[in-house]
C-alpha cells in the first residue's frame, strides 16, 4: 500500500502527534524536536509475536508509525522473535508460557500480512520488519554480561514499574534480563540502521528508556524514547475487551461487523479521542463532528467505526459491516443482518438458543438476561427461562435481540 504523505510537510511531527493525543512521554524532548525538524530519522517500535494476530492494543503505536512515514520518517518494525522466548514482565502478575520457535515463526508471518495495510514497504522511505531473533539467539552470554550489562544498576531497575508489580509475587532472573536484552536491540538498530528513536505503550517506558540511556551510555551518541496514552475507557480499564475477549486485527479472530460494532458504541466521551488516535481524518472535521451531544453523536460514532475498520480490513468489509449494521438497527434489509446457523427446532428453549448462538456463554448468563427483560424475539420479550422457539415463530429462522446493542438473524 503507497502511503502519501499529506499536510506535514513542514509541520514537525510532534506538533502532529501531540495534536492529536499521542504523546505521553519522552525525553530530550527541544533536542528531539530540532532532529526531526533537520533529518529523516529511522525509528523503530517493538511487537513480540505472541499471538497470531495483533490486536486493538498495538493499534495505536501503529497508527503513530504511519505518521512519522508520512512525516518522512523511516519505520523499523522490531519483531521479538528472540524477546518472545522469554516474556515481557510489564504489566503481569505473572510469568508468560515460554513459546517454541514454530510458534513464534507462524506468528510473525501473521504480523507480516497485517501489518502491510498500515505500512508502505517500498518507495522513498520504506518500512523494514526485522527480527531481534537474528541477534539475540546467537548471543555469547559472558560476553554479553561483560559488555552491556555493567551499564545497568540493579537497584535502579527494581524501582521501574515493569518489576515492582512482580516482586511481591516472585520474579525469576530470566524475566530480570528482559529489559536487558530490549536495551541492547536498540543498541543493534542504532549500530545496524541509525535508529536513534525508539516509540511504544506508556506500559513500555522503563524498558525503552533503558535502550536509549544504554546508547547514551555505550557509544556516547544521543538516543531518545518517546511513549504513547493507552486506549482506555473513561474509568481506566484497557479499551478492546470483548465478551469474546481481545478486540483482534484478523478477521477469523473478530469478524469486521463485530469489530465495526464495538467502535459504532464507543462511549459518547471517548469518540473524538479515538476520531484523532485512530484515523487519518483531518482534525478540524473531527472537532466539527464531534461538537454535538446525545443522539446527534451518532453519526460521529458511525463515521468512526466505519474508518477503523476499513483501515483494518479494507473499504469493501467496512461497508459491508455498515450495511449489516443498518439492518440490525434502521429496520433495513434482514438478509444483510449478521446470522448465525444452528442446530435446532421448535422445541429448543430459548436459552439454549442465546448459547448456540455465541450471545450467551452459559445458562446462568442466557437466565439472567431473560430475567432481567434484556432478550427478545422479534419484538416480543422472552419472559421466562422455559420458552421455547415454538412460542414465538413457526418459520425457521426470527432475529435475537440482546440489550439494545446484539441483534442477530438466527436460522436452524
Known sequence: MKIQNKNQKNENILDILYARGFIKQTVYEEDLRKLLDNKKIPFYVGFDPTADSLHIGHYIPIMAMAHMQRAGHTPLVLIGGGTAMIGDPSSRTDMRQMMTKEIITNNVSAFQKQMERFFSFDGKNPAQIVNNADWLLSLNYVDFIRDIGINFSVNKMLTADCFKTRLERGLNFLE???????????????????????????????NILAGADLIRRHEKKDAYAMTFTLLETSDGQKMGKTQKGALWLDANKTTPYEFYQYFRNVEDAKVAECLKLLTFMELDEIEELTAVSGEKLNAAKARLAFEVTKLVHGEESALEAERQALSAFGGGDVSQMPSVEIVASGNTTIIDVMILSGVAKSKSEARQLIQGGGVKIGEEKVVSHEQMIANFTKENEFILHKGKKVHIRVIF
Not at 187 to 199: A, H, I, P
Open 176 to 206: 530480570f534480563n528482559y529489559m536487558l536484552m530490549q536495551a541492547y536491540d536498540f543498541l543493534v538498530l542504532y549500530k545496524k540502521y541509525g535508529c536513534c528513536l525508539q516509540l511504544g505503550g506508556n506500559d513500555q517506558w522503563s
